[in-house]
C-alpha cells in the first residue's frame, strides 16, 4: 500500500473535516485539579478511551476522547472508580 492510498483509508475511516483535527487538548485533573496539556492522536479512530497519568499527581484518569466531524476533540477525564 502506498502512502496515497493509507490517506485515502484514513479518510474514509475517519473524517478530519478540512484536513485539521485537534492533536492537543488541556484537561483538569479530576484527582488534583491541575491544568495539564496532553497530546491527542485523532488517526486512533473518532472515539477513544484509554488511560493516562496525570503528570503532576501520577494518578490514573479514564479518557474518553471524540472528535466531531470538524476534527475538534471533546475530552472527558473522570477518576478511575467514576
Given at each position: 500500500m502506498g502512502s496515497g492510498e493509507l490517506v485515502s483509508t484514513l479518510d474514509e475511516d475517519?473524517?478530519?473535516g478540512g484536513g485539521v483535527a485537534?492533536?492537543?487538548a488541556c484537561v483538569t485533573?479530576?484527582?488534583?485539579?491541575?491544568?495539564?496539556?496532553?497530546?491527542l492522536d485523532p488517526g486512533g479512530g473518532s472515539v477513544q478511551r484509554y488511560v493516562e497519568d496525570c503528570e503532576v499527581c501520577c494518578r490514573p484518569w479514564q479518557l474518553t476522547v471524540t472528535w466531531d466531524p470538524a476534527g475538534g476533540a471533546l475530552v472527558d477525564?473522570?477518576?478511575e472508580d467514576a
Open positions: 475517519f473524517p478530519l485537534d492533536t492537543m485533573c479530576p484527582y488534583c485539579g491541575a491544568d495539564v496539556e496532553i497530546t477525564a473522570r477518576t
